[in-house]
């Protein structure tokens, strides 16, 4: 099948009580890892890059993977684009064929955060690509942005109430304690809060900064309305301890398949962990 768009799928999440992992890939047997991870647990699935791969490698070349990973698999598959500023590289994913994008305005004042959302909403929606914003400042490092932890500003749920309102916007990811990046100690998520933000707003919330929460908090988060969970550094370490193992059993090794078939077959099994335990296994 074709690239959808993951408004449906976060849609049919919220509604069914579970979340959809949103994997981030930086290479081609990555994004294969995570697609037959999905396949094989027969769960829907998002594909994510941020815009430092997107630069990296193309966004004609990451969609043209993703969508022939869509029309081999039998799970619906969205490609989303994570964590941008820049309006001009929200439009070239789009036009690649991404069907999905997030317009990260977090760090500007409210009123200019509604404005950038806006503009991205009424464009993308045209062309039926979902739009996630965010609200209040998720802490951490995502590519070149860095949030320091003190400066991290969680959400107000009336606010995201009035943001949703006036843009328009698809899914909301709301800063409510989790980070990017692994936690130095314990994650500190305020749960009343994403409760009180679910109740305020009926579409999907995005729990940014997956990577080494805990599988109860992730449980409980997702129960108060969480339908996204993104998932990225957790990935990334899983990938490469794989193949500095194979280098540490055989440092002449010079034949990248010896080296990312253990990479990806590691992080396929990580990815199938998280799918289970966000609860879409089964829902494709």
């Known amino acids: 099948m074709a690239l959808v ?31 037959e991870a999905a396949e094989e647990l027969r769960s829907p699935l998002i594909i994510q890059s941020t815009v430092g791969t997107v630069k990296h490698l193309g ?7 993703a ?16 964590h941008c500023s820049d309006f001009g590289i929200i439009m070239q994913c789009i036009r690649a064929g991404y069907t999905s994008v997030m317009i990260d305005a977090s760090h500007e004042p409210f009123e200019r955060n509604v404005e950038a959302t806006s503009k991205v909403v009424e464009a993308a929606s045209a062309v039926g690509v979902n739009v996630e914003a965010e609200l209040g400042r998720v802490g951490g490092v995502e590519d070149d942005i860095v949030v320091d932890e003190r400066d991290a500003l969680l959400a107000d749920p009336d606010e995201c109430a009035a943001f949703v309102e006036r843009t328009g916007v698809h899914t909301l990811a ?47 988060a997702v129960s108060l309305g969480m339908s996204k969970m993104n998932v990225a550094t957790e990935l990334r370490i899983v990938f490469s301890d794989a193949i500095k193992a194979v280098f540490a059993e055989r440092p002449d090794e010079n034949d990248p398949r010896k080296y990312m078939v253990p990479a990806k077959l590691a992080l396929k099994t990580a990815a199938m962990e998280k799918i289970l335990l966000c609860g879409s296994a089964g829902k494709a």
Do not use: W
């Open 59 to 65: 966004a004609d070349y990451i969609a043209a993977a």
């Open 5 to 35: 768009s993951s408004t449906p799928l976060l849609r049919d999440a919220r509604d069914g009580g579970y979340c959809i992992g949103a994997f981030n890939v930086h290479t081609l047997e990555m994004l294969q890892a995570v697609v």
């Open 174 to 220: 709301p800063a409510i304690g989790t980070a990017h990046g692994i936690y130095k100690g314990d994650p500190d998520i305020d749960f009343d809060r994403i409760g009180r933000i679910a109740a305020k707003v009926e579409i999907p919330l995005v729990l940014h900064g997956g990577s080494g929460i805990p599988d109860a908090q992730v449980r409980r």
């Open 67 to 82: 969508k022939t990973a869509a029309r081999r698999s039998s799970v619906p598959i969205a490609l989303h684009l994570d």
